[in-house]
């Protein structure tokens, strides 16, 4: 039997496991109404969410492949839920005033490809690999964009500030979506997602490197009460 043979299922799966990835975010929200602001965590990962939800929607739909249509249909509501709630509680002028420049910038490179590729006329497979490029670069985005918290990992001496969950869902699901593309035979989908596999695998060697928390909360914890 060829991987052809197993689309279906992959897909599936591959669907599944990713809107479960989504779900992920609700974890980190509820820390952040819980502390009742946005604290260290970037606000970048929700932002390059919703683009890259937005734009794998688009090519889904150029594409009339269902799997990749619900999966981003159903991302896109849920990474725009976290957007708005990570908005509310952003208190802090610094991180806010960056989250504007991100929204700022992603979303106008969102509007601008969305109207070339649905009204315009240009030919489908102008659009079809317009659309693709975008789209591979808002997944590279949106799994590095845990990144964007690294130099405080480092300066922290803890993975306290990355969203575990949400890079170690990412990981899997793009390892899932790049056997996708292998049986659709599209690289847009092959690509992107094999770095973002990269991407997130090395994230994870972080939590083996560092501990989860700051060197002072772990000799705080140690001490006898």
Same mark, same amino acid.
């Given at each position: 039997?060829?991987?052809?043979?197993?689309?279906?299922?992959?897909?599936?799966?591959?669907?599944?496991?990713? &809107? +479960?990835?989504?779900?992920?975010? +609700?974890? &980190?929200?509820?820390? &952040?109404?819980?502390?009742?602001?946005?604290?260290?965590?970037?606000?970048?990962?929700? #932002?390059?969410?919703?683009?890259? *939800?937005?734009?794998?929607?688009?090519?889904?739909? #150029?594409?009339?492949?269902?799997?990749?249509?619900?999966?981003?249909? #159903?991302?896109?509501?849920?990474?725009?839920?976290?957007?708005? $709630?990570?908005?509310?509680? =952003?208190? @802090?002028?610094?991180?806010?005033?960056?989250?504007?420049?991100?929204?700022?910038?992603?979303?106008?490179?969102?509007?601008?490809?969305?109207?070339?590729?649905?009204?315009?006329?240009?030919?489908?497979?102008?659009?079809?690999?317009?659309?693709?490029?975008?789209?591979?670069?808002?997944?590279?985005?949106?799994?590095?964009?845990?990144?964007?918290?690294?130099?405080?990992?480092?300066?922290?001496?803890? *993975?306290?500030?990355?969203?575990?969950?949400? +890079?170690? @869902?990412?990981?899997?699901?793009?390892?899932?979506?790049?056997?996708?593309? &292998? $049986?659709?035979?599209?690289?847009?989908?092959?690509?992107?997602?094999?770095?973002? =596999?990269?991407?997130?695998?090395?994230?994870?060697?972080?939590?083996? $490197?560092?501990?989860?928390?700051?060197?002072?909360?772990? $000799? @705080?914890?140690?001490?006898?009460?």
């Amino acid at each position: 039997m060829s991987l052809a043979d197993y689309k279906e299922t992959v897909a599936i799966t591959a669907t599944v496991l990713t &809107i +479960i990835q989504f779900l992920s975010g +609700i974890d &980190i929200c509820f820390k &952040i109404a819980k502390q009742g602001s946005t604290g260290d965590l970037s606000g970048f990962p929700f #932002v390059g969410g919703v683009f890259s *939800t937005c734009m794998w929607l688009s090519y889904g739909w #150029v594409l009339h492949d269902l799997s990749m249509s619900v999966t981003n249909g #159903v991302g896109l509501f849920l990474q725009a839920t976290y957007l708005l $709630i990570y908005i509310r509680y =952003c208190i @802090a002028l610094g991180p806010w005033y960056a989250l504007r420049r991100q929204m700022m910038v992603l979303f106008t490179v969102g509007l601008t490809m969305l109207y070339l590729t649905f009204f315009t006329e240009s030919a489908s497979e102008v659009r079809e690999s317009r659309l693709g490029l975008v789209c591979c670069a808002a997944s590279v985005l949106f799994c590095a964009s845990p990144l964007i918290s690294l130099k405080e990992v480092f300066r922290t001496q803890s *993975t306290e500030c990355l969203p575990l969950p949400l +890079i170690l @869902a990412t990981c899997v699901v793009t390892g899932l979506w790049w056997l996708y593309g &292998i $049986i659709i035979e599209n690289s847009f989908v092959q690509y992107p997602n094999l770095i973002g =596999c990269g991407i997130s695998g090395l994230q994870l060697l972080l939590f083996v $490197i560092y501990p989860r928390k700051r060197k002072g909360e772990r $000799i @705080a914890d140690s001490r006898p009460v």
